[in-house]
Nanobody
């Protein structure tokens, strides 16, 4: 079992910045990647950025050059620095820990979500 606690988010004007943080606890040794997803009402949850244990990262096309995902493996934390925010970035953002166990190639744990609202 892995528990995720998120912080950050809120209301910001277009062009502004916000930072999301997520800390994992529990069976953190099973984590092989941590990611941020976002979801708007009526839409599927979409990947924003992912950080793998080997240090590689992947970003959604719409956030490349604006968002930065960073990890502190010693503290089991992942942050998402969001710059040059646009109204289209408005969503509930979720922290995700991807884990693997014997016999289970992938199991995702989720945070409770944090609202990010960007006003025009």
């Amino acid at each position: 079992q892995v528990e995720l606690e998120e912080s950050g988010g809120g209301l910001v004007q277009a062009g502004g910045s916000l930072r999301l943080s997520c800390v994992a606890s529990g069976r953190t040794s099973s984590i092989y990647a941590m990611a941020w997803y976002r979801q708007t009402a009526g839409e599927q949850r979409e990947l924003v950025a992912i950080s793998n244990n080997d240090g590689s990262t992947i970003y959604a096309d719409g956030v490349k050059g604006r968002f930065i995902i960073t990890r502190d493996n010693a503290k089991n934390m992942v942050d998402l620095q969001m710059n040059s925010l646009k109204p289209d970035d408005t969503a509930v953002y979720y922290c995700c820990a991807r884990t693997a166990f014997p016999g289970v190639l992938r199991y995702d744990y989720w945070g409770q979500g944090t609202q990010v609202t960007v006003s025009s």
